[in-house]
């Protein structure tokens, strides 16, 4: 079961700037755990996006930037491009339930 | 290098017992944590637990206490992901993930970085 939710889906034409939501609670994001996002095209591994909620690893693009406050956290996308369209994840910790927690995932359609 | 590598696709009928593997290099295996991660059929990434090979320490989800078992074996820095009676809804990919983490106080802020490609496991009479 998720306990970090996010929409379903997002779009935007290429050149647009999207955003994807994730929303926890006073137990992971609240509490103060950090948000990481993965980017998982179809028929790949996850890949990640995002550490310690606005941290891009080496090679990740700086179109991609994350933010959080209180108990959501968001990616943002500018300059969408056609390779950008994939399934996005945020994960956190949580003190309540397991160690780790995933969203329920967005999936991102460039028009 | 930094790169996990998992074994090939299974196709098992329930009841049978499976183990799989997620082979690590390029890093020192024992400095950081494995993660199991199962992703059903068109469906989310579900974490499922987590070993320290340093000294097998495990943790599970809940949703997987009981069903599966995390072991590592440090001499060949590789990790394992085992079903003693697979059932069905077992059907899925599952991939591991080195754990990078940070402590900031009391907090262990955890993220999973490099995964696998993957392993298909596919369980049908």
């Known amino acids: 079961q998720s306990v970090l939710t996010q929409p379903p889906s997002v779009s935007g034409a290429p050149g647009q700037r999207v955003t994807i939501s994730c929303t926890g609670s006073s137990s992971n994001i609240g509490a103060g755990y950090d948000v990481h996002w993965y980017q998982q095209v179809p028929g790949t591994a996850p890949k990640l996006l995002v550490y310690?909620?606005?941290n891009r690893p080496s090679g990740v693009p700086d179109r991609f930037s994350g933010s959080k406050s209180g108990t959501s956290a968001s990616l943002a996308i500018t300059g969408l491009q056609a390779e950008d369209e994939a399934d996005y994840y945020c994960?956190?910790?949580?003190?309540?339930?397991?160690?780790?927690?995933f969203g329920t995932g967005t999936k991102l359609t460039v028009l | 290098e930094v790169q996990v590598v998992q074994s090939g696709a299974e196709v098992k009928k329930p009841g049978d017992s499976l183990r799989i593997s997620c082979k690590a290099s390029?890093?020192?295996?024992?400095?950081?944590?494995i993660t199991w991660v199962r992703q059903m059929p068109g469906k989310g990434l579900e974490w499922m637990g987590r070993?320290?090979?340093?000294?097998?320490?495990?943790h599970y989800s809940p949703s997987f206490q009981g069903h599966v078992t995390i072991s590592a074996d440090k001499s060949i820095t590789t990790a394992y992901l085992q079903w003693r009676s697979l059932k069905a809804s077992d059907t899925a990919i599952y991939y591991c993930a080195r754990i990078l983490h940070l402590i900031n106080g009391p907090m262990v802020h955890n993220w999973f970085d490099p995964w696998g490609q993957g392993t298909l496991v596919t369980v049908s009479s």
């Open positions: 390029g890093y020192i295996f024992t400095n950081y944590w």
């Open positions: 310690g909620n606005t």
């Open positions: 070993i320290d090979p340093s000294d097998s320490y495990t």
């Open positions: 994960q956190s910790d949580d003190s309540s339930l397991t160690d780790s927690v």
